[in-house]
């Protein structure tokens, strides 16, 4: 039965993990029932919803949709402010109105459920930006759970009774479907906190009789051989990947270290679910969606996800085998035009990618003193950071630009270059112009992250301390040389990124400079965090020997 907590008959079951509690059925029901209640004596019709507590989200949302409310679900915060709705629902008081206070228990009786009808709730989702600004995404609640019994049907077997453990947030149409409306809708358990990072994910699973893990391709690729795989293997159910496609030898590693493989969803916001495999089958498309290839070469879809249902041309290349079964073969839409040439970005990522040098890389056009021309992102492997430190950042992008001649067109040979341990991704695990664009910021505050190893209680960074870093300006002139104080700055930011500090700085102990730091210089830092005495151990050393090292107290 779908929505069974709806039902009153229906004794309580566990329905979501909050903070290491479990919440039953009949609680969510009071909540909706609460919330349904403040909000029928609202006027707006549009509320916008931003959580990033998934128990809280759900909240809203099916209160919202018993009130008749349109609701409206920002992609992340910078975005809250962007859509047309002024009545704002938040977990968090600087995003909107807190739901937990609003579904604090009142005197008067709170409002009774009804059952859904699926066609009138209504919701408007708003795409990555992956290829330019965000568009807004009308869905309606019937071809949700149209595409979540998709799912039960193909995958419900194996992911059965397990927590649904995601990364990925709920503010975008894979978080939505996989995190939300496929548990609320089944009575399967979710978890009500993201496990971004993955040392949450490994915890939350351990922690867990039997998980299925809701990610990105962006999350799998960072998981390393380190990570706990032995003692978690007899954790997992299930495996889900989406947001983009998942590269052969990422799928590989994983599946070799979980004992099993990821299933992979194709889709976008506009579409919904199209397709699934795991790797090296191709893809197939999920039930009550038909395909075609059209005379352009694009794909397109008939799809009961889709409203009207009717043929939908996709940005996506492709090929269609003769037994259904098809091969991806690019996007159309990530074109640039560059001095007056049409240059696909996907291809000059996959020549950047194919560099020896190179393990990931991104690129987008951006103006520079007039010129239209690619910036690159580029993740160095350890040849390609050997290569840096013995020979410098400008040799080394003369180098990776040669090897790109006779790839690429000479205009898509990108003008700019940053070097970074990851790519960055946003919320729901893509990576846009909008998250690449700061790392070209001039002057930059911060150095450039090659490659970062944590173990426990100890981090170790390689950075690029660039010419353009604006701690250089001045200081000095003839000379320029890194300050202390930059030191102790980044020492204490990196620190507190990725170590869980919640105390305020108090004061530095044992400081020592020993040589001075110059441009283009490549540093490794080392940081020791000891949470009993609250203090971080750091020193920064190169090919040189110390630079610098001391420790920094916080307060308890």
Not at 21 to 30: M, V
Not at 215 to 240: C, G, I, N
Not at 382 to 403: C, D, M, P, V
Request: glycine share 6%.
């Amino acid at each position: 039965m779908i929505n069974k907590w709806l039902d009153c008959n229906t004794p309580a079951y566990d329905f979501a993990l909050q903070q290491g509690r479990l919440i039953r059925s009949s609680e969510f029901s009071a909540h909706v029932a609460a919330l349904a209640h403040t909000l029928a004596m609202q006027n707006e019709r549009e509320i916008s919803l931003f959580c990033r507590d998934a128990y809280w989200f759900a909240v809203a949302l099916y209160a919202a949709w018993q009130t008749d409310k349109i609701v409206h679900l920002p992609g992340d915060e910078t975005r809250i402010n962007a859509t047309p709705a002024t009545l704002r629902l938040a977990d968090e008081p600087q995003w909107g109105l807190v739901i937990a206070a609003l579904c604090e228990p009142s005197a008067l009786k709170p409002r009774a459920l009804q059952p859904y009808a699926p066609h009138a709730c209504q919701l408007v989702i708003y795409t990555s930006g992956s290829s330019g600004e965000p568009k807004a995404i009308h869905k309606t609640l019937q071809q949700l759970l149209t595409e979540v019994r998709a799912l039960e049907s193909l995958f419900g077997a194996q992911v059965a009774d397990s927590l649904l453990l995601s990364t990925v947030s709920q503010q975008h149409l894979y978080g939505l479907l996989f995190r939300i409306i496929w548990p609320v809708s089944f009575g399967r358990v979710f978890a009500a906190e993201a496990a971004f990072f993955p040392e949450q994910l490994f915890a939350m699973s351990l922690a867990a009789d039997k998980v299925s893990w809701i990610a990105s391709p962006a999350h799998y690729k960072r998981l390393t051989e380190q990570q706990p795989w032995a003692a978690t293997r007899p954790h997992l159910a299930a495996l889900f990947s989406s947001a983009g496609v998942l590269n052969a030898e990422v799928a590989q590693r994983i599946a070799q270290s979980s004992g099993m493989p990821i299933t992979e969803i194709f889709g976008s916001s506009e579409t919904g679910g199209v397709a699934w495999r795991q790797q090296p089958t191709a893809w197939q498309a999920l039930p009550n969606v038909a395909l075609r290839i059209n005379a352009t070469g694009a794909l397109e879809i008939c799809s009961a996800h889709l409203f009207p249902q009717q043929w939908t041309t996709m940005d996506d290349a492709a090929s269609i085998s003769a037994d259904g079964t098809f091969t991806l073969l690019g996007r159309l839409d990530r074109i640039a035009k560059i001095e007056e040439q049409r240059i696909a970005l996907a291809t000059v990522e996959q020549a950047l990618q194919h560099l020896p040098e190179v393990t990931d890389a991104a690129v987008f056009a951006a103006e520079t003193e007039g010129r239209q021309g690619l910036n690159a992102v580029v993740v160095l492997n350890t040849a390609g950071i050997t290569l840096l430190a013995q020979r410098g950042k400008t040799a080394l992008i003369k180098q990776l630009k040669q090897h790109l001649i006779g790839d690429i067109e000479r205009v898509a040979i990108p003008r700019r270059w940053r070097f970074a341990a990851a790519l960055p991704i946003n919320a729901q695990g893509k990576t846009t112009p909008a998250a690449l664009q700061p790392l070209f910021a001039s002057p930059s505050l911060l150095p450039q992250t090659l490659a970062f190893k944590q173990e426990g209680e100890q981090c170790q960074l390689q950075l690029l301390i660039t010419a353009d870093i604006a701690y250089f300006a001045g200081h000095f002139p003839s000379l320029p040389i890194l300050p202390g104080v930059a030191q102790i700055h980044w020492a204490t930011q990196f620190a507190r990124e990725y170590f869980a500090i919640q105390g305020v700085f108090s004061h530095m102990e044992v400081i020592k400079f020993q040589q001075i730091i110059r441009p283009n210089t490549l540093l490794t830092l080392q940081l020791t965090w000891d949470e009993a005495r609250q203090r971080v151990t750091f020193a920064f050393t190169s090919e040189q020997g110390s630079h610098s090292s001391g420790r920094l107290v916080f307060s308890a």
